[in-house]
């Protein structure tokens, strides 16, 4: 009788307790990493990379799924299943070492962007403005920590939607060409710094913390999920959490672009964050560049905190230590602050990020395609052949475009 009684809820009442944990994960698709890179694509070839933004965001969907089914069926997140399956102490630290680069690399763009918004706005130092971005996503994650899982999800999604508004709201002002936009859509290159910017926003799409902190999220949401009908209704449900959180990113890393096509592409300024700004406001209007500045604090505020999540999931789930969190974020918080200070091109920092982000990507995909394949461990929800070649795939392609990507960076 409870089993039947269970299968009988409505799915839309699943739905509502399952939308929150992939619009979180979301918010690593629009930090200032995928604003810098989205912009120079459409400041320097116009359309022409507007297919390889649908590409990514279609792997992106794929990724973020298996992360929450690893964590929904699992009850546990991959960092936490890492620490089970890694034996040696000495590998678990090495691999704690590299996501601890990571974060670092995170909180370095993300505390950047949002710095820089402050600096649009009310011309604070890129150095004190740095400051209250990271005060202000500890404030963040002190939400989450008190055992509010719901309030922080809302708290993101908030943020998610001022970002959108504040960098897709120019479209409405200097709409862009339907005839181009639509032959973006073919797959072409321009030259290699074409190649480079493609790669780039591919390792800047699908980023290691946004799978650890999915994992987590849907493992802290659903952790009570026991029962077979019930498993089976809220994964359903998390296939559409999933699409429609990416669907967003998607449409607003596209709006990004076309922002960059359509103002700063015919500006003939060289290309940076300052001067993408200064072309939106001249093509745009004032509040339109009001507005592209709010869409930056928010995101790299909200990226920050979600950064600082995923590494707290990796430190706790595979060394099975909890560090404070004032500490642990100084660890990453601190290196961001000096390299800021040095006073560094705001430009060059931001790709700096996205090149020792790149180092992350196969450590985090691999596992999760290989562990979402056991029946061992999942069940008749493993990934099935296709799904898991199809995975292996992109795991593969994703970690030879982001070593690339490396190469020509170091170069």
Do not use: C
């Amino acid at each position: 009788m409870a089993v039947s009684k269970v299968a009988k809820r409505p799915s839309a009442k699943t739905a509502r307790m399952v939308v929150g944990p992939a619009m979180v994960a979301g918010v690593a698709y629009l930090d200032p990493g995928n604003v810098a890179t989205n912009l120079s694509a459409g400041a320097n070839f116009g359309y022409l990379l507007i297919w390889v933004i649908v590409a990514a965001n279609l792997g992106a969907v794929l990724v973020q799924y298996l992360a929450a089914k690893l964590g929904l069926v699992t009850g546990r997140s991959l960092p936490e299943l890492l620490g089970i399956t890694i034996k040696s102490r000495w590998a678990k630290r090495a691999f704690w070492l590299q996501a601890l680069v990571v974060t670092m690399a995170t909180d370095l763009a993300e505390i950047l962007g949002g710095a820089l918004g402050l600096q649009i706005l009310f011309n604070l130092p890129l150095l004190m403005g740095s400051v209250l971005v990271a005060v202000a996503s500890v404030a963040l994650l002190l939400i989450q920590r008190n055992g509010k899982a719901r309030s922080f999800e809302l708290v993101m999604i908030g943020l998610i939607g001022v970002t959108a508004v504040g960098f897709v709201s120019g479209l409405f002002v200097e709409q862009p060409d339907p005839g181009q936009l639509l032959g973006g859509l073919v797959p072409a290159f321009d030259g290699t710094k074409s190649v480079v910017l493609a790669s780039a926003i591919i390792g800047a799409t699908i980023m290691p913390h946004a799978v650890y902190a999915h994992s987590a999220l849907s493992r802290d949401r659903f952790a009570n999920a026991n029962l077979e009908t019930d498993l089976s209704q809220k994964l359903r449900s998390t296939r559409w959490d999933v699409a429609i959180s990416m669907f967003i990113a998607g449409a607003v890393n596209l709006g990004i672009l076309l922002i960059g096509a359509v103002a700063v592409n015919s500006s003939g300024a060289a290309f940076s964050i300052e001067s993408a700004y200064e072309a939106i406001n001249f093509s745009m209007g004032h509040i339109i560049g009001i507005m592209f500045a709010i869409g930056l604090i928010a995101s790299g505020l909200a990226a920050s905190s979600v950064g600082a999540y995923a590494g707290g999931v990796v430190m706790t789930g595979l060394l099975e230590f909890q560090m404070p969190l004032l500490a642990r974020r100084a660890l990453t918080v601190v290196p961001a602050l000096v390299l800021i200070s040095l006073s560094i091109n705001s430009t060059n920092l931001l790709v700096l990020s996205q090149v020792i982000l790149s180092f992350g990507i196969p450590f985090a995909l691999i596992p999760l395609v290989r562990l979402t394949s056991s029946k061992k461990l999942l069940g008749h929800y493993a990934n099935r052949p296709l799904l898991a070649a199809t995975g292996y795939a992109l795991a593969t392609l994703l970690s030879v475009l982001n070593a690339y990507l490396i190469f020509i960076s170091i170069g």
